[in-house]
C-alpha cells in the first residue's frame, strides 16, 4: 500500500475518506462521543474541560497552600475521581496500545505530535488540549503506515488476522476483534458493518482484498474512539451530582493507570461478563505484578519530575562539550530506573528516593559522577560513596541539568522545583516589568549566592526569590549538568540554606542534607499523593477530591510510602469508579 497508491485510491473512492478520514472533523475533539451506532463525535469547539488548566513554566503543579490543594470549604460534594472527559491518548500510549492492538512485538517508526504538558502533566493536556491540524495529520499517516507494515507482509498479515482477506467472513472476525481492543468496547452492528463495508470497497476498487482490509484498518486506528479515553460514564441512580464508569470504561481506566495502554484479553472479558467492578482489587494485583506495571511507573516518574525537557535541552558546547544525546538519555534512564526500583522493592519506602547512595550509571554517568565505570556498555547498579556530596534524585544529573541554564546553574529555578514539583506549592509569577536577569559575576559578587542577594535585594523581587533561592542554593555544589564542585570562580561555596522560610528545623547545609529534609517533610509525600490523583485522573482536583487525597495520604503514611501500595488503593477507592456531572 504505497503512498501514491493510497493518494489515488482517495480519489477513486470518496466513500472511504468519509469514513477512514473522520478525524479531521474533530480537530478540537472534547465533546461527547455518541453511545449509538453511528459511533460519531461531537462537540468540536472545547478546548478546556479542566480546572485552571494553565502551561506549567518548570513543569511543576501550579496547586497553591501548603498542601497544594484546591482549597474550599462546606459540602464539597460526592467523591468523584475527575470530571467526565474524553483523554487523548499520550505518544506513549498511542504506541503502546498499537502494538497492544495486534498484539505485534515491534512497530514500524511513527512520526507523532509531540505531547503538551499542562499543570506539569502531559495526562492533563491530553484531557484539555484540542487537536492540531498537524497532529491528524500525523494520525493519518501513522494509520496507513501501520496499516501498511502489518497487512503488507504475508506472513505477519496471516498471524494477525488467522484468516485469508479474500475469504467470505474474515474481513468480519478480523475487524470485530480488532475493534474491541481498539475501541476497548464491542463495536456496535453499525460500527463493524461499516468498516466491513470499507474494506469490501477498497477490495473492489484497489482488486485487492488486502489493500481494502488496511483501508478499514487505518480508519479504525484514526477513529477517536481509539485515539480518546472515553470516561463519560452513565447518571447514577443514587446521585445526579455523578456518574458511574460502565465496565469497559473502568476496565480501560485501570489498564492506563497501571501499564498505559489499552485493556489486554483478560479485562476485555472481564468486562463483557461484568465483573470489573466486582472484582477491581484482584485485577489491580494481576496488573501491578506484571513487568509493564514498572514500565507505566516510570513514565509516571518522568512526567512527575518533567524528564521529556531533556530531549530539547541544550547546554553551550564550549562549557560542556560532555552534554551529548546519549548523556542526557542515560540521565533520564538512571532516573527512571531509580525511581521504579524503589517502588518496587520489598518494602520500598518513596522517602528513600531522597536520601539513597543507590542508583543506576553507565560509563558517561559514570565519568560525569566521578565513580568508577562499571564493565559493559549497559547500566549498572552502583552505590555512591558513603561520605560524598551526592545522594537521592537531587543528586541526579538529570534533574540538576533541566533546572539550570545553558551555562550556568540556577538556584531560583531548582527552588522553584522543590517548591512547585515536590511540594505542590504554588510560586506567584514575576510582574512583567521586573528584570530576571542576574549581575555579571564581579569581585563582590562571585557566587550565586552574592548575586542573588543583591537582585533580591529588589523589594519587587524578594517575596517570590525568599520561597525559591534558599533552597536551590543548596545544590550550588552541582554546575549546570550536574557535576559536582566545591568552587565558584574562585570562591568557595555555600550550599546552606533553609526548606520552609518558617520553620528552623528545616534548615540544612548542602544538598545531602536538603534530601533528608525532604524525605521527613510529610508535605512530599502528600505532593506525590496529588500528582498520581492528577496523572490518574487527567484533571486537576477539585474541593470533593480533598477527603479522598487525605485518604490515600493516610494509607500511603500506613504502608511505609510504598507506591505500589499506594497505586492499590487508589484504585480500589470507591472515587475511582465514578466521574463528576456533565458540565
Same mark, same amino acid.
Given at each position: ?51 485552571? /488548566?494553565?502551561?506549567? *513554566?518548570?513543569?511543576?503543579?501550579? =496547586? !497553591? @497552600?501548603? &498542601?497544594?490543594?484546591?482549597? +474550599?470549604? %462546606? ?117 463493524? /458493518?461499516?468498516?466491513? *463495508?470499507?474494506?469490501?470497497?477498497? =477490495? !473492489? @476498487?484497489? &482488486?485487492?482484498?488486502?489493500? +481494502?482490509? %488496511? ?369
Amino acid at each position: 500500500m504505497t503512498e501514491s497508491v493510497r493518494s489515488n485510491s482517495r480519489r477513486a473512492l470518496p466513500a472511504l475518506v468519509v469514513c477512514c478520514g473522520a478525524l479531521g472533523a474533530v480537530t478540537a475533539c472534547q465533546g461527547t462521543i455518541d453511545s449509538g451506532a453511528s459511533g460519531s463525535m461531537s462537540g468540536a469547539t472545547t478546548t478546556s474541560s479542566g480546572a485552571g /488548566a494553565t502551561t506549567s *513554566g518548570t513543569g511543576g503543579g501550579a =496547586a !497553591t @497552600g501548603a &498542601g497544594g490543594g484546591a482549597g +474550599g470549604g %462546606g459540602d464539597t460534594g460526592p467523591a468523584y475521581f475527575g470530571r467526565p472527559a474524553l483523554r487523548r491518548l499520550s505518544t506513549v500510549e498511542y504506541e503502546n496500545s498499537v502494538q497492544d492492538v495486534f498484539q505485534v512485538e515491534s512497530l514500524p517508526a511513527l512520526e507523532l505530535e509531540a505531547d503538551t504538558r499542562l499543570n506539569g502533566l502531559t495526562a492533563i493536556g491530553g484531557t484539555n488540549l484540542a487537536l492540531s491540524p498537524r497532529a491528524t495529520e500525523l494520525y493519518e499517516q501513522a494509520a496507513y503506515r501501520v496499516a501498511e507494515a502489518l497487512l503488507g507482509d504475508e506472513a505477519l498479515r496471516q498471524s494477525i488476522t488467522g484468516c485469508d482477506a479474500a475469504q467470505a467472513g474474515c474481513a468480519e472476525q478480523f475487524l470485530g476483534r480488532l475493534g474491541l481492543r481498539a475501541f476497548r468496547r464491542p463495536l456496535t452492528a453499525a460500527e463493524l /458493518a461499516r468498516f466491513v *463495508g470499507v474494506a469490501a470497497q477498497g =477490495a !473492489t @476498487g484497489l &482488486g485487492d482484498a488486502w489493500e +481494502g482490509l %488496511g483501508y478499514a484498518v487505518a480508519g479504525i486506528l484514526q477513529s477517536p474512539h481509539f485515539l480518546y479515553r472515553v470516561e463519560l460514564g452513565t447518571p447514577s441512580p443514587e446521585d445526579a451530582r455523578v456518574r458511574t464508569l460502565d465496565e469497559y470504561e473502568l476496565a480501560s481506566r485501570l489498564s492506563y493507570a497501571l501499564w498505559s495502554t489499552t485493556p489486554d484479553d483478560t479485562l476485555l472479558d472481564a468486562a463483557s461478563l461484568g465483573t470489573v467492578n466486582a472484582s477491581l482489587a484482584s485485577h489491580v494485583d494481576r496488573l501491578l505484578g506484571a513487568p509493564r506495571a514498572v514500565g507505566a511507573v516510570e513514565g509516571f516518574y518522568g512526567e512527575y519530575l518533567g524528564l521529556s525537557g531533556l530531549a530539547t535541552l541544550g547546554k553551550l558546547t564550549e562549557l560542556f562539550p560532555e552534554f551529548t544525546d546519549a548523556l542526557k538519555q542515560a540521565m533520564r534512564e538512571e532516573t527512571v530506573r531509580a525511581a521504579a526500583d524503589w517502588s518496587f522493592a520489598s518494602n520500598g519506602d518513596f522517602r528513600e528516593l531522597f536520601t539513597s547512595r543507590a542508583t543506576y550509571v553507565n560509563a558517561e554517568l559514570a565519568a560525569l559522577y566521578g565513580v568508577p565505570a562499571q564493565p559493559g556498555e549497559g547500566f549498572s547498579r552502583v552505590e555512591l560513596p558513603a561520605d560524598g556530596e551526592r545522594a537521592g534524585l537531587l543528586g541526579h544529573a538529570s534533574l540538576l541539568s533541566l533546572y539550570a541554564h545553558e551555562s550556568s546553574t540556577s538556584a531560583t529555578l531548582r527552588g522553584k522545583f522543590v517548591r512547585e514539583v515536590l511540594l505542590c506549592q504554588g510560586v506567584p509569577a514575576p510582574p512583567p516589568t521586573v528584570i530576571t536577569t542576574l549581575p555579571e559575576p564581579g569581585p563582590d559578587a562571585r557566587t550565586a549566592r552574592d548575586r542573588l542577594a543583591v537582585h533580591s535585594a529588589d523589594p519587587a523581587c524578594g517575596s517570590c526569590h525568599a520561597l525559591m533561592d534558599p533552597i536551590g542554593l543548596g545544590l550550588e555544589n552541582f554546575d549546570a549538568i550536574g557535576r559536582y564542585r566545591t568552587m565558584e570562580n574562585d570562591a568557595p561555596i555555600d550550599a546552606s540554606g533553609q526548606l520552609h522560610p518558617d520553620d528552623p528545623a528545616s534548615v540544612f547545609d548542602g544538598p545531602v542534607e536538603l534530601g533528608t529534609v525532604l524525605s521527613q517533610d510529610p508535605r512530599v509525600s502528600a505532593c506525590l499523593v496529588r500528582t498520581l490523583y492528577r496523572h490518574a485522573s487527567g484533571t486537576l482536583e477539585q474541593p470533593n477530591a480533598e477527603p479522598v487525597l487525605a485518604e490515600l495520604a493516610t494509607s500511603f503514611t500506613a504502608s511505609g510510602h510504598q507506591l505500589r501500595e499506594l497505586l492499590h488503593a487508589m484504585i480500589v477507592h470507591p472515587a475511582f469508579r465514578v466521574v463528576g456531572a456533565l458540565d
